[in-house]
C-alpha cells in the first residue's frame, strides 16, 4: 500500500519511518482535510469559471494550498488549520462569485412551487449542480415537444427567473442523489449528469445516461461544448413518460434578497415572542439510517420557530408543510450547497437589525456531512468566527479525537445526538 504523502511504500526503499512518514495523524488529518475544502472550493470555481466569472485569488489558494498537502516535513498542526481557515475564507469567495454569476445569467431568485410528478411525453432528466448546462439544454430543446425535469442539487434552478421562463422545465423527480439507480431506471428518460454525485450507471439505463463536464462514468456517453443533440435523439427514442400526479409539491427559490425584505415582519414576530428560534439544516446527505436525524429534527421543530434549509440533506424533510408564522415561511429552501453563502447574508443581515453578533442570534446551525463542498463550507463558517454548530450524523473521517477536541474547544463544535434533546439545549 503507498503513502498518501509520498510514493513511497509505507515499509518501501527509502522509506525510513513507518506510515505517513512519522507524520502526527492530526497533522494527516488536517492535510485531507485541506484536500476536501481545495475540491470543495474547485467545484464552485469551476461553475463560476463556466459563466465567464473567475477570481485570482481563489485560483492562488488552490495552488498554495494543494502544494501544501505534498509537505512531508511541516508537522505544524497550527499551520494546517491555519490553512484551512483561509480555505473557509476562499470558499466564501468562491459561493459569492458563483452565486453573482448565476444571478448574472439568469435573475434574483424568486420564491416558486415546484411539482413532483411527470407529465404525458418524451423527457430529459438533469443532475448534479450545473446550471449553465440546464441553461444551454432547454435552449436546445425549446419547441421540441420534451419535458425537461430537475433531480435532486438542480432543484433551486425553477426559481430562477431567465430558467423558470421555459415552459419545458416542468418538475423535480427523486430525492437526493443517491436515489439516481432506482430512479433513472425506473423512468423511461434521457439522463444527463453534469457533476459529481452520479454513481456507476446500471445497465438499464447506462445507454441513455450522458455525461459532461468533470462527470464521467463507465457505460455513459460524455457530451461536448454543450451539444446535447445525441440526449435528444435518445429522449426522443425511448417510449413516452406516462402522465403521473405529483405525490407532492416542494417551494424553493429563497435567498437572502427575497427573505431580508421580510425582516420588519421578522423583527416584529420575534418581539411578539411568535418567532423564537432560527435552525438552518441543511448539508450533503448520505444512504443509511444517520439522516434520519434530520427529518425527526425537522418535525419536532416548534410552531414558533423557523428552518432554513440548503443542499441535498432537505430532502429528507422538504416535503413537510411547516405553515407560516405571519407570513414568514416556517421551511426557507436557500438552494444549493454553494447557496450557503444566502444563509451567511441572511444571518449578517439580521445581526445587525438586532444590533449584536452572528453568535448571539437565536439562531442554530445543524449541518449533515458527506462530502468535500460540506467540508469547504464547515470551515467558511468557522473562518467567520461562528459558534455551536451541530455536525453530523457522524464526524468526517479526518477528525481525529485531537482535531474534534480543537474544535471544540475553538468553535464549540458540537456533534448531533437525539434531536429532541439537541432541540431542547439548542432552544434553551
Ligand atoms: S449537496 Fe453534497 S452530496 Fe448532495 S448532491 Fe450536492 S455535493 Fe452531492
Not at 224 to 238: G, N, P, R
Not at 403 to 424: H, M, S, V, W, Y
Request: charged share 20%; net charge negative; proline share 4%.
Amino acid at each position: 500500500m503507498f503513502c498518501n504523502q509520498c510514493v513511497q511504500t509505507a515499509k518501501g526503499t527509502g522509506c525510513t519511518t513507518v506510515g505517513v512518514c512519522g507524520k502526527n495523524e492530526d497533522v494527516q488529518g488536517l492535510q485531507e482535510n485541506l484536500i476536501y475544502v481545495l475540491k470543495g472550493i474547485s467545484a464552485y470555481a469551476y461553475h463560476a469559471r463556466e459563466l465567464g466569472a473567475v477570481d485570482e485569488d481563489i485560483d492562488a489558494f488552490l495552488a498554495e494550498g494543494l502544494y501544501a498537502t505534498l509537505t512531508n516535513t511541516d508537522f505544524d498542526l497550527a499551520r494546517f488549520l491555519g490553512l484551512s481557515l483561509k480555505g473557509g475564507e476562499m470558499t466564501i469567495r468562491a459561493m459569492e462569485l458563483l452565486k453573482a454569476a448565476h444571478v448574472e445569467a439568469f435573475g434574483e431568485l424568486e420564491p416558486v412551487k415546484v411539482t413532483t410528478g411527470t407529465l404525458a411525453g418524451p423527457g430529459i432528466l438533469v443532475t448534479g449542480h450545473d446550471l449553465k448546462a440546464l441553461d444551454e439544454l432547454l435552449k436546445q430543446t425549446e419547441g421540441k415537444s420534451i419535458n425537461i425535469y430537475t433531480h435532486s442539487e438542480m432543484l433551486p434552478a425553477h426559481g430562477y427567473p431567465e430558467l423558470k421562463a421555459y415552459k419545458h422545465l416542468v418538475g423535480n423527480l427523486g430525492k437526493a442523489w443517491f436515489d439516481q439507480k432506482r430512479l433513472f431506471a425506473d423512468n423511461s428518460l434521457a439522463i444527463v449528469a453534469t457533476s459529481n454525485c452520479v454513481l456507476i450507471p446500471r445497465e438499464q439505463y447506462q445507454d441513455r445516461l450522458f455525461t459532461m463536464g468533470i462527470a464521467g462514468v463507465p457505460g455513459a456517453r460524455h457530451l461536448e461544448d454543450y451539444d446535447f443533440s445525441e440526449v435528444i435523439q435518445t429522449a426522443l427514442s425511448l417510449p413516452p413518460l406516462p402522465e403521473e400526479a405529483a405525490e407532492t409539491t416542494l417551494t424553493t427559490g429563497f435567498a437572502a434578497s427575497n427573505v431580508l425584505p421580510l425582516a420588519d415582519k421578522i423583527v416584529a414576530a420575534v418581539e411578539a415572542g411568535q418567532l423564537r428560534h432560527f435552525f438552518l439544516v441543511g448539508g450533503c446527505d448520505a444512504p443509511g439510517k444517520g439522516g434520519e436525524y434530520y427529518r425527526k429534527f425537522v418535525e419536532l421543530t416548534p410552531d414558533d420557530t423557523v428552518v432554513l434549509t440548503l443542499a441535498c440533506g432537505k430532502f429528507r424533510f422538504n416535503d413537510l408543510d411547516l405553515g407560516d408564522i405571519g407570513g414568514i415561511p416556517r421551511l426557507i429552501d436557500l438552494g444549493q450547497c454553494n447557496d450557503a453563502i444566502e444563509a451567511v447574508r441572511i444571518a449578517t443581515a439580521l445581526a445587525e437589525v438586532f444590533d449584536c453578533g452572528v453568535n448571539d442570534l437565536p439562531l442554530t446551525l445543524v449541518l449533515s456531512w458527506m462530502e468535500q463542498k460540506a467540508v469547504a463550507i464547515l470551515w467558511s463558517l468557522f473562518h467567520l468566527g461562528i459558534k455551536g454548530i451541530y455536525l453530523g450524523p457522524k464526524p468526517p473521517a479526518w477528525v481525529t479525537p485531537r482535531i474534534l477536541e480543537i474544535l471544540q474547544e475553538k468553535f464549540a463544535l458540537r456533534l448531533t445526538g437525539d434531536p429532541e434533546g439537541d432541540i431542547a439545549a439548542m432552544i434553551g
